[in-house]
């Protein structure tokens, strides 16, 4: 059951092949086996269940929405009423929400099973899920190598079939990168498309939730659920939810895809521009045309970005001080001391070196240095982008410039671990839609396993419903999608 879609397991409920209780203990089971892949921080085994039964009650009433009694999990970065919400971190280890995220209530109210809550990042800061507190997720295609990150927890679960989706977040890459280093879709949505309330902050006028799914079809039923207006959030644009699955199966026939020669210079794999090349072809049959774009500005969006989502995040972290909720050090001597220590034991280093860039980039006689030139730099990547788009109806380019690489191979070296969001940093940057679809897997060789690999299409502000459909007409004349990690059939 968990090799199926959204679709094929909602008509199997419907036509009492299954119950959604056998449907979610069949996914609780196979957590339970797969449990060394790490992927969950926290398992809701009973709340399932529970769930669940309300699910086939539903079901059995009739007009049932389609997510009901489909079973999935939360990356732990959104407020779950009742359940810790950890963000990854030991400062949130024993925080339990008093609310639920608007995400959250969406998915509840659409009949859908939460399993639990997956692995991340801490504070979602970090491309490899080796940030987390509660020690790294792996990827399912290999053991040894990361998952990506931040949402490399639910990318790996919907790799290994522990959840049929899963939500995650992106503030430079979280969703894409990890979706590509794992072989799924990932979507990450238009800044402001989806509700930011309840979604703990990392960077807030970068984060945004999104799907992540096998296919396109599954990503655009979850971001149908999880999509549209909130008078919670300041940040949410009240703009009609198109429906997403509608759209899907609409002609490429005239499509015109960009491709920013910025983005397939140095530093590419060569197989990864080789797989490229192949998609692009396909997409050639199915009728679109090739322009080459240039974008000069894109090779500035990664000092810009880590001086902005720094700024921010230092400003959205001074929260926890020990004094309202999270981790508080024992016996503090005095107010500054209970700061200073709950903060330096609650927080991970990675956490801590960007607290401090972000304090010095806002800091007397840095602030127009730094913080104001990053601000004026994401004016001109918009820029750039929204004259290519005039041009082109998509644009395309690789998630990330190598495959997925070995736990404990980055970690000594935070710049060269910025560098795996080359690719998508600037699409945060500029609050456009883009997501991640597998195209490849590398070459089976002695030194490396198998590894997937993936293709980033970027559109237009609120054109989720187009870039899905691009991404579901590839899907109907490839396989790439359906394939499953060994050992995990």
């Not at 609780?28 to 269940?49: G, M």
């Not at 794992?182 to 979507?187: A, D, E, M």
């Not at 999880?226 to 939810?241: H, L, Q, R, Y």
């Not at 070196?353 to 913080?371: E, F, H, P, Q």
């Amino acid at each position: 059951m968990h090799t199926k879609t959204i679709k094929q397991l909602a008509e199997g409920l419907r036509a009492g092949t299954f119950s959604s209780v056998e449907l979610t203990q069949h996914f609780l089971t196979r957590i339970e086996k797969f449990h060394a892949l790490n992927a969950f921080i926290t398992v809701t085994q009973e709340h399932a269940l529970t769930a669940a039964k309300q699910a086939d009650k539903r079901l059995a009433e009739g007009n049932a929405p389609l997510l009901t009694g489909i079973p999935f999990a939360h990356k732990d970065i959104f407020c779950t009423h009742g359940i810790k919400t950890s963000c990854g971190s030991k400062m949130l280890d024993n925080f339990i929400a008093p609310y639920n995220a608007t995400v959250v209530d969406k998915l509840h109210h659409a009949g859908a099973v939460m399993l639990g809550k997956l692995n991340m990042d801490e504070f979602a800061m970090g491309s490899s899920n080796e940030n987390s507190f509660y020690g790294a997720a792996h990827n399912p295609w290999h053991e040894n190598v990361v998952p990506g990150g931040s949402s490399g927890g639910s990318a790996a679960a919907v790799a290994a079939g522990l959840a049929v989706c899963a939500t995650g977040t992106d503030t430079g890459g979280s969703i894409r990168q990890p979706a590509a280093f794992c072989g799924i879709t990932g979507l990450k949505p238009s800044y402001g498309r989806v509700s930011r309330y309840g979604m703990i902050a990392y960077a807030s006028s970068l984060d945004q939730g999104g799907p992540m799914a096998r296919s396109a079809e599954d990503a655009a039923i979850l971001l149908q659920a999880m999509a549209g207006f909130d008078e919670k959030d300041s940040t949410s644009i009240n703009e009609p939810v198109p429906d997403y699955s509608r759209h899907l199966t609409e002609s490429l026939q005239g499509l015109k895809i960009g491709l920013p020669k910025e983005f397939f210079q140095h530093g590419l794999n060569n197989q990864i521009a080789q797989d490229i090349d192949n998609a692009l072809n396909e997409y050639r049959k199915l009728g679109a045309t090739i322009i080459e774009l240039s974008m000069p500005t894109l090779t500035m969006a990664i000092p810009a970005y880590y001086v902005l989502a720094s700024a921010e995040c230092s400003s959205n972290l001074s929260r926890y001080d020990g004094v309202r909720f999270g981790h508080r050090c024992e016996h503090p001597a005095d107010l500054t001391d209970l700061y200073l220590r709950s903060r330096a034991e609650g927080f991970g280093s990675e956490v801590k070196r960007r607290i401090l860039m972000g304090t010095y980039a806002l800091s007397a006689g840095y602030y127009d240095a730094y913080y104001l030139k990053a601000q004026k730099i994401r004016r001109l990547i918009s820029d750039d982008f929204q004259h290519a788009l005039t041009q082109v109806d998509v644009i395309m380019s690789p998630v990330t410039p190598s495959h997925a690489f070995t736990l404990g191979e980055k970690t000594a070296d935070p710049v060269h671990m910025y560098l795996e969001d080359l690719y998508t940093i600037a699409i945060n940057l500029a609050g456009l839609p883009a997501m991640s679809i597998p195209i490849g897997l590398s070459a089976d060789t002695p030194e490396a396993p198998k590894l997937p690999v993936g293709l980033q299409l970027i559109g237009a502000y609120f054109s989720e419903a187009k870039l899905l459909n691009i991404a579901h007409a590839y899907q109907q004349v490839t396989n790439w999608h359906q394939l499953i990690p060994t050992g995990f059939e």
